[in-house]
């Protein structure tokens, strides 16, 4: 394994051999852990609109924003075809809501921008019409392009570069979130670049927000997830605030 050379591979195109092949390894946490502290409560959602938080398309006196939110959430959470960007668009307009800003989008991915051109948090959707996939392998290539493009910005900028990066990644299956940490180092952006089998193990971690009716398919629009959902959105953006820390470009630089 140390000496197989692999062909480059577009992230879109990545699965479960790259994870192995680049010795990428994903272990699943639970919140206490993933964040660091216990999930917000529910009272921490009350700065929020309270029909975003338990509303429904049926409900009345939804506001023009909410009503676009829940129609955008209602066709996420069963997209036929023709309507592949349906996930996209909602994850889109949800983040905007919780105030994630500068957001830009490929064709499969979101991405939170910072100033010139560094990246912040890469989301990836899983779209089950399109069968073969892999949102995991796909959002942890997108990390470490990531990683790639915020030091070449440094570069051009007169920053310095960086060992290694904690990548805050979320993929999006229908409109159930899991998110992810993504450690990029050096040494595994070069193994990619290259592909060579880095010496040294990558272990992502992942935080899944379960359902409490333990129905593997509930998503967002059913008003219990979704709070709890909400509670891992607000937990998420403080850690990933930490790791963002430690890469963003100075004000006035970039």
Same mark, same amino acid.
């Given at each position: 394994? $140390?000496?197989?050379?692999?062909?480059?591979?577009?992230?879109?195109?990545?699965?479960? !051999?790259?994870?192995?092949?680049?010795?990428?390894?994903?272990? %699943?946490? /639970?919140?206490?852990?993933?964040?660091?502290? @216990?999930?917000?409560?529910? &009272?921490?959602? /009350?700065?929020?609109?309270?029909?975003?938080?338990?509303?429904?398309?049926?409900?009345?006196?939804?506001?023009?924003?909410?009503?676009?939110?829940?129609? =955008?959430?209602?066709?996420?959470?069963?997209?036929? $075809?023709?309507?592949?960007?349906?996930?996209?668009?909602?994850?889109?307009?949800?983040?905007?809501?919780?105030?994630?800003?500068?957001?830009?989008?490929?064709?499969?991915?979101?991405?939170?921008?910072?100033?010139?051109?560094?990246?912040?948090?890469?989301?990836?959707?899983?779209?089950?019409?399109? %069968?073969?996939? !892999?949102? &995991?392998?796909?959002?942890?290539?997108?990390?470490?392009?990531?990683?790639?493009?915020? !030091?070449?910005? *440094?570069?051009?900028?007169?920053?310095?570069? #960086?060992?290694?990066?904690?990548?805050?990644?979320?993929?999006?299956? =229908?409109?159930? @979130?899991?998110?992810?940490?993504?450690p990029v180092t050096q040494e595994l952006s070069q193994a990619v670049a290259f592909? #060579?089998?880095?010496? !040294? @193990?990558?272990?992502?971690?992942?935080?899944?927000?379960?359902?409490?009716?333990? *129905?593997?398919?509930?998503?967002?629009? %059913?008003?219990?997830?979704?709070?709890? $959902?909400?509670?891992?959105?607000?937990?998420?953006?403080?850690?990933?605030?930490?790791?963002? /820390?430690?890469?963003?470009?100075? $004000?006035?630089?970039?």
């Amino acid at each position: 394994m $140390a000496n197989m050379i692999r062909s480059p591979k577009s992230g879109s195109d990545w699965n479960l !051999n790259e994870l192995q092949a680049y010795n990428i390894t994903v272990s %699943t946490e /639970s919140p206490d852990i993933f964040y660091g502290m @216990p999930l917000p409560t529910t &009272e921490s959602l /009350s700065s929020l609109d309270a029909h975003i938080v338990s509303g429904t398309l049926n409900t009345q006196g939804l506001s023009d924003e909410t009503y676009r939110l829940m129609q =955008y959430m209602d066709l996420a959470s069963k997209p036929s $075809a023709g309507q592949d960007s349906a996930i996209l668009e909602f994850t889109k307009e949800f983040l905007r809501v919780l105030g994630f800003e500068n957001l830009k989008s490929a064709s499969t991915d979101i991405s939170l921008i910072q100033g010139f051109a560094t990246v912040l948090l890469v989301v990836q959707d899983d779209n089950a019409i399109i %069968t073969d996939r !892999n949102p &995991e392998a796909q959002v942890i290539a997108e990390a470490i392009a990531a990683f790639q493009l915020n !030091n070449s910005t *440094r570069g051009q900028l007169g920053q310095p570069l #960086l060992d290694s990066m904690v990548i805050p990644c979320i993929t999006m299956t =229908y409109t159930r @979130p899991i998110f992810y940490l993504v450690p990029v180092t050096q040494e595994l952006s070069q193994a990619v670049a290259f592909g #060579l089998f880095p010496p !040294n @193990p990558t272990v992502v971690k992942r935080c899944v927000a379960s359902p409490k009716s333990g *129905r593997i398919f509930d998503g967002m629009e %059913t008003p219990d997830f979704r709070q709890l $959902a909400l509670r891992h959105f607000i937990a998420f953006r403080t850690v990933a605030e930490t790791h963002w /820390s430690a890469f963003m470009i100075p $004000a006035g630089i970039a």
